[in-house]
């Protein structure tokens, strides 16, 4: 399985930014897929996760109203659109996939086996 996450760029605060997971050699559709992000200096957070199937959204507090994750299951793709952006939400944005996650591990990790090269973010304020 290969994740390729594209989408990041530069913008001021208040804008919009839409990231892009493609995923590749997807054999199940179990488990969750996830964006978590990376700040200077500080561990990888979790950010937002669903699940190939079903409606059921999660986010971290920090983003909740402000992202949204969502999926095409045609393309193998996950999104993470987010808005009114601010200087404190840049970080290097990552995808995972977890084929295993089940719901109560969603926010850890660790327990995301696979992974996207990651995507920057940089929010000017």
């Known amino acids: 399985v290969q994740l390729q996450a594209s989408g990041g760029g530069f913008v001021q605060a208040g804008g919009s930014l839409r990231l892009s997971c493609a995923v590749s050699g997807r054999t199940s559709s179990s488990g969750f897929m996830s964006w978590f992000r990376q700040a200077p200096g500080e561990e990888r957070k979790f950010v937002a996760a669903?699940?190939?199937?079903?409606?059921?959204?999660y986010y971290a507090d920090s983003v909740k109203g402000r992202f949204t994750i969502s999926r095409d299951n045609a393309k193998s793709t996950v999104y993470l659109q987010m808005g009114s952006l601010r200087p404190e939400d840049t970080a290097i944005y990552y995808c995972?996939?977890?084929?295993?996650?089940?719901?109560?591990?969603?926010?850890?990790?660790?327990?995301?086996?696979?992974w996207g090269q990651g995507t920057l973010v940089t929010v000017s304020s």
């Open positions: 669903m699940k190939w199937t079903g409606t059921n959204t």
């Open positions: 995972g996939a977890g084929p295993t996650v089940i719901l109560s591990q969603l926010r850890t990790q660790s327990a995301y086996y696979y």
